[in-house]
């Protein structure tokens, strides 16, 4: 079984991975954590960016 994204809901996603990518980046976790962190959300862009909605490291303030 294979999902394709494609138009408006790919650029959705795009778009929610990179915000994601930059919000872990600014966290405080450990780089093994971010690096971790990051592939998880560039593998598994949908899954993974909702695993890092729920458990993530959040951005510094």
């Not at 959705?12 to 998880?40: D, H």
Request: contains cysteine; glycine residues 12%.
């Amino acid at each position: 079984m294979r999902v394709e994204v494609t138009g408006i809901g790919g650029f959705i996603l795009l778009a929610l991975a990179v915000w994601a990518i930059i919000s872990i980046v600014n966290s405080r976790a450990s780089t093994g954590g971010k690096v971790l962190w990051c592939l998880l959300v560039l593998l598994f862009p949908l899954v993974g960016f909702l695993i890092w909605l729920v458990f993530g490291p959040r951005a510094r303030r």
